[in-house]
């Protein structure tokens, strides 16, 4: 089941009104930088997969989209209501098509970079200056406990 995205203003730069969800402001902004228009995007509901039984078997809660420039495609079907699931699954569109155009520059790439830059071991070097550095602290106190009555 494919449901069209009415688009009123052609031509136009698509605005946060023109999704189809109510998208967070960090992430809308990301997709206004990146000019993505939602009637490029296909929407499809389908069924989901794994544990849940009758009632995934029966309800199209997960939610599939296309883009159809990039070919970038994402399924998700993490929460039971298909309204979550359509959220989420426009925010992962729209953080695998900056991550696709801006590749390092991306906020995603930006993050997991700091995270190992911060679990990045220090140079030998580094890792002495630092401990001269203390050392040096440490005596400039010691020196003050002494000197008090």
Do not use: Y
Not at 11 to 21: L, T
Not at 25 to 39: E, V, Y
Not at 72 to 77: D, H, L, N, R, T
Not at 135 to 145: G, N, P, S, V, W
Request: hydrophobic content about 30%; overall charge positive; proline content about 7%.
């Amino acid at each position: 089941m494919c449901s069209p995205l009415p688009h009123p203003r052609s031509g136009a730069s698509p605005s946060m009104s023109d999704f189809p969800v109510d998208l967070p402001a960090d992430i809308a902004a990301i997709a206004a930088d990146l000019q993505i228009n939602p009637q490029d995007v296909e929407e499809h509901f389908v069924r989901g997969g794994g544990p849940g039984g009758q009632k995934i078997n029966k309800t199209n809660s997960a939610v599939q989209l296309l883009h159809g420039p990039t070919g970038i495609e994402v399924k998700v079907q993490r929460h039971r209501e298909q309204s979550l699931n359509r959220l989420s699954a426009w925010k992962l569109l729209i953080l695998n098509i900056e991550e696709r155009e801006k590749g390092e520059r991306s906020r995603l790439q930006q993050e997991q970079f700091k995270i190992r830059k911060q679990k990045q071991r220090r140079s030998t070097r580094a890792k002495q200056k630092m401990l001269d550095e203390k050392h040096r602290r440490a005596q400039i106190k010691e020196e003050r406990r002494s000197c008090e009555p």
